[in-house]
Nanobody
Framework: QVQLVESGGGLVQAGGSLRLSCAASGRTFSRYNMGWFRQAPGKEREFVAAISMTGGRTSYADSVKGRFTISRDNAENMVVLRMNSLKSEDTAVYYC???????????????WGQGTQVTVSS
């Protein structure tokens, strides 16, 4: 079983950038598809980006395409979300997620981190 810990959230001005990291425990990290989701106040959790086990496939929500980049380092048990050109509507708690079978990772997965807050001021 994988355990996930996010870091890197914070307050940034619109147009700025942030780098979110998700550190995974366990020796089977490379057997998990990974993803990022976000949840804004009063809204449902939504898909942001996903990356396959080997990193060969990536998927993005239309709202972040061209601005966000997901990557992973299986040797370091790490997945990173680079966020550029941030907008106020990107403000949310960002969650790292994993799934050993399904790609892209879905919100129904059992494996979640605790979340990290991203606030974009306009």
């Amino acid at each position: 079983q994988v355990q996930l810990v996010e870091s890197g959230g914070g307050l940034v001005q619109a147009g700025g950038s942030l780098r979110l990291s998700c550190a995974a425990s366990g020796r089977t990290f490379s057997r998990y598809n990974m993803g990022w989701f976000r949840q804004a106040p009063g809204k449902e959790r939504e898909f942001v980006a996903a990356i396959s086990m080997t990193g060969g496939r990536t998927s993005y929500a239309d709202s972040v395409k061209g601005r966000f980049t997901i990557s992973r380092d299986n040797a370091e048990n790490m997945v990173v979300l680079r966020m550029n050109s941030l907008k106020s509507e990107d403000t949310a708690v960002y969650y790292c997620a994993a799934d050993p079978r399904v790609y892209p990772v879905r919100a129904s997965t059992d494996y979640w981190g605790q979340g990290t807050q991203v606030t974009v001021s306009s």
